[in-house]
Nanobody, 118 residues
Framework: QVQLVESGGGLVQPGGSLRLSCAASGVDFNMYAMAWYRQAPGKERELVASINNDGSTNYAGFAKGRFSISRVNAKNTVYLQMNSLKPEDTAVYYC????????????WGQGTQVTVSS
């Protein structure tokens, strides 16, 4: 059974930093691209960043220069380092796993709340 568990969310002041973690189990981690998404109340889910199994990354425009995604395959873990946080970054952040060869193999964590407020 595949399970993704996010952690690291919380309350932070504008300009602060958080590091999110996503630990995967029950999955051949090397066969999955990993990604972070976020969803604010009343908004659609949006991609924040993704990382392929070769380490290549992609970022949403709002994340470039502020956020950094990384993965440690030996630990089946993906991270999202978030710096210079803004109130508009407030959302539930979700970890996603996407099989590189089978588009139907997609898994999601339950999310972790990030609140940026003074």
């Amino acid at each position: 059974q595949v399970q993704l568990v996010e952690s690291g969310g919380g309350l932070v002041q504008p300009g602060g930093s958080l590091r999110l973690s996503c630990a995967a189990s029950g999955v051949d981690f090397n066969m999955y691209a990993m990604a972070w998404y976020r969803q604010a109340p009343g908004k659609e889910r949006e991609l924040v960043a993704s990382i392929n199994n070769d380490g290549s990354t992609n970022y949403a425009g709002f994340a470039k220069g502020r956020f950094s995604i990384s993965r440690v395959n030996a630990k089946n873990t993906v991270y999202l380092q978030m710096n210079s946080l803004k109130p508009e970054d407030t959302a539930v952040y979700y970890c996603g796993a996407h099989h590189l060869l089978a588009e139907s193999f997609n898994y999601w964590g339950q999310g972790t709340q990030v609140t940026v407020s003074s």
